[in-house]
């Protein structure tokens, strides 16, 4: 079976201070890990994916085998960030399987 | 691009009643997937098509939900009869194919509740 947690329902921070989405997984293979982010009044979009290795919107996530997480990080937080956040792992048959998300507020 | 568009947006209904919700895909795009989303919840797969198979509906409550993909385009998820506990997001998204390297596109989303 494939899981993933996000242990956060609710995280608030300031503009200007870091940011950290945290996502813990659970599957036995050898798995393709996401971040998705829905902004307010707009559809659920793909922010981006482990295997690209790649930073959007000033958005990083490594994913660490050993402690089987993929945390999402942002050094400096913007408020336009405001948004729920989405892990999601694909695992056997191509399933993606979303967690349960993470509501992030950037304060002015 | 007009991207997934999913109809209706909102649908309220009593409870026994039948429902019925569409989709179209991004052109082109040959998987297609229904998921539900309960409030509070992340999103959850009811059923994936490849073109018109049915290739994943392991979660899909047989017993009053049902599903098509005519044609391998557009797609229809029904429910019938509507409970209470339906009440929810029902999203349609779509990929180009498998492996699709996890992106999908999503629809707006219809949103049904049940009195």
């Known amino acids: 079976a494939q899981r993933v947690t996000q242990p956060e329902k609710l995280l608030s921070v300031f503009k200007g201070a870091p940011v950290e989405l945290k996502c813990n997984y659970s599957?036995?293979?050898?798995?393709?890990l996401f971040w998705y982010v829905q902004y307010s009044r707009q559809r659920l979009q793909l922010l981006l994916r482990h295997i690209s290795r790649e930073s959007i919107k000033g958005f990083t996530a490594d994913l660490n085998k050993g402690e089987t997480s993929f945390h999402l990080k942002k050094p400096f937080a913007q408020e336009e960030d405001s948004a729920m956040y989405y892990c999601a792992l694909e695992g056997s048959n191509y399933k993606l399987t979303f967690g349960k998300g993470t509501l992030l507020t950037v304060n002015p | 691009e007009a991207g997934v568009v999913q109809s209706p947006r909102y649908k309220i209904i009593e409870k026994k009643q039948p429902v019925a919700f569409w989709c179209n895909p991004i052109?082109?795009?040959?998987?297609l997937y229904w998921y539900l989303q309960n409030l509070g919840q992340g999103p959850e797969l009811l059923i994936r098509y490849e073109n018109e198979e049915a290739v994943d509906d392991s979660q899909l409550p047989k017993d009053r939900f049902s599903a098509e993909r005519l044609k391998g385009v557009d797609s229809t998820l029904k429910i019938q009869p509507a409970e209470l506990g339906d009440s929810a997001v029902y999203l349609c998204?779509?990929?180009?194919?498998?492996?699709?390297?996890?992106?999908?596109?999503f629809g707006e989303g219809s949103r049904l509740t049940v009195l």
């Open positions: 998204a779509s990929s180009l194919g498998t492996p699709n390297t996890g992106e999908l596109f």
């Open positions: 052109s082109g795009h040959n998987t």
């Open positions: 599957y036995s293979g050898s798995p393709e």
